[in-house]
């Protein structure tokens, strides 16, 4: 009985471990930068102050833009109202990406103004 309880506890703590790497979260960032238009295929960009010092997943290959999402949808369009709130505003944000990437950049999961 004290093997099974052991071999569920690592279980759990393997899943705990697994959901908790599912993204990254950057705090106390600004955003410096947004682009979007024909080149992004409908897709925003943004560049965060710390871009040097981030820790990406492994997919992210695009060496200028922090993180990437799609503009289209009613979730984008959110997004990039808070992104661009956020930097002519100059506010501090913290902000979290997937733990994949959309053209070689991480996609964003959400953004929260401080």
């Known amino acids: 009985m004290k093997a099974h309880t052991i071999i569920l506890s690592l279980i759990a703590g393997l899943t705990l471990a697994v959901s908790a ?38 997919c992210h290959t695009d060496s200028y833009w922090s993180l990437r999402f799609d503009g289209t949808t009613e979730a984008g369009k959110q997004a990039l109202s808070m992104a661009v709130l956020a930097q002519s505003t100059g506010v501090t944000i913290d902000i979290a990406g997937e733990n994949l990437c959309l053209s070689g950049a991480q996609q964003l999961r959400w953004i929260r103004l401080k």
């Open 21 to 58: 790497s599912a993204n990254v979260t950057y705090s106390n960032q600004k955003i410096t930068q947004i682009a979007s238009g024909g080149v992004y295929n409908g897709d925003v960009v943004i560049r965060l102050s710390g871009h040097g010092t981030l820790a990406p997943p492994n």
